[in-house]
C-alpha cells in the first residue's frame, strides 16, 4: 500500500529566505507525482506536476524535484514572501485508470514578515 | 480560468438522513472524483468516475455512497445513511483527457457536519 509523508509538519522561516519540502512515498510505481497548496478553508490549488518520467518541474519561484527511485520528492521555494503561507500537500498518482492521488499529511509553512 | 466549483459550501444533518453533495466540474473535463479530508488527516481518495460509470473506488466508498452525473454539467455524491464519521471535507475533482500528463482541478470542498 503506497504511503506518503512530508517532512516536516510545520515550518516558520522569515520572508526572503529560500527553502525546502520534502516528500517520501515507499512504492515508485506512480504515474506522477504532484504539489497543491491548500489555504485554511479552501480547496487544492495544483502548484507543480511532475510525470514519471521527469526530474524536476519549474513555475516561478517553484521548483520541483522527483528521484522515483529512492521514493522522494522536494520542493523548494526561493525568496520566500508571507503570502507563501499555507499548506503544501504534496500527491502521488497511483491509479491505472484514472488519477487516484495518494497524499502526504502536508506542511504547514508560515513566512513572517 | 475554469474553476471546479462545490455547493453547498457548508452542510449540516442530522445522523441517519441523505445528503447530496454537488459540483460543477471543468466543462471539457472527462474524469470526475471526489477526495474528503477528516479534520486534521489526509486527504483520502473516494472514487473516480469516467464515461458516465465508477471506473475506481476506495474502501471507503461503501454501499452507502453513490455517485451520478445527471447531466452534462452536475457531478453529485449521495451519502444515503449520514453516520457521525461521516463528517468530513468533500472535495469534487476533475481531470482532463491528458489523465497523466495533467493536474487534477479541486474545488474548494463541501463542509460536512453531521450531528
Known amino acids: 500500500k503506497q504511503e506518503v509523508t512530508q517532512i516536516p509538519a510545520a515550518l516558520s522561516v522569515p520572508e526572503g529566505e529560500n527553502l525546502v519540502l520534502n516528500c517520501s512515498f515507499t512504492d515508485s510505481a506512480i504515474y506522477n507525482l504532484q504539489w497543491f497548496r491548500q489555504d485554511p478553508g479552501k480547496g487544492l490549488t495544483s502548484l507543480l506536476l511532475?510525470?514519471?518520467?521527469?526530474r524536476e518541474q519549474t513555475s516561478g519561484r517553484l521548483n520541483a524535484s522527483l528521484d522515483k527511485s529512492s521514493g522522494r520528492s522536494t520542493l523548494y521555494i526561493a525568496a520566500s514572501q508571507p503570502g507563501d503561507s499555507a499548506t503544501y500537500l504534496c500527491?502521488?498518482?497511483?491509479?491505472?485508470?484514472?488519477?487516484?492521488?495518494?497524499f502526504g499529511q502536508g506542511t504547514r509553512l508560515t513566512i513572517n514578515p | 480560468e475554469p474553476e471546479v466549483t462545490q455547493t453547498p459550501s457548508h452542510q449540516v444533518t442530522q445522523m441517519g438522513q441523505e445528503v447530496i453533495l454537488r459540483c460543477v466540474p471543468i466543462?471539457?473535463?472527462?474524469?470526475f472524483y471526489w477526495y474528503r479530508q477528516i479534520l486534521g488527516q489526509k486527504v483520502e481518495f473516494l472514487v473516480s468516475?469516467?464515461?458516465?460509470?465508477?471506473?475506481?473506488k476506495s474502501e471507503i466508498f461503501d454501499d452507502q455512497f453513490s455517485v451520478e452525473r445527471p447531466d452534462g454539467s452536475n457531478f453529485t455524491l449521495k451519502i444515503r445513511s449520514t453516520k457521525l464519521e461521516d463528517s468530513a471535507m468533500y472535495f469534487c475533482a476533475s481531470g482532463t483527457a491528458a489523465r497523466y500528463n495533467s493536474p487534477l482541478h479541486f474545488g474548494n470542498g463541501t463542509r460536512l457536519t453531521v450531528t
Open positions: 500527491a502521488v498518482s497511483t491509479g491505472q485508470g484514472a488519477q487516484k492521488l495518494v
Open positions: 466543462s471539457n473535463h472527462l474524469y
Open positions: 511532475i510525470q514519471s518520467s521527469q
Open positions: 468516475f469516467y464515461n458516465n460509470e465508477i471506473s475506481e
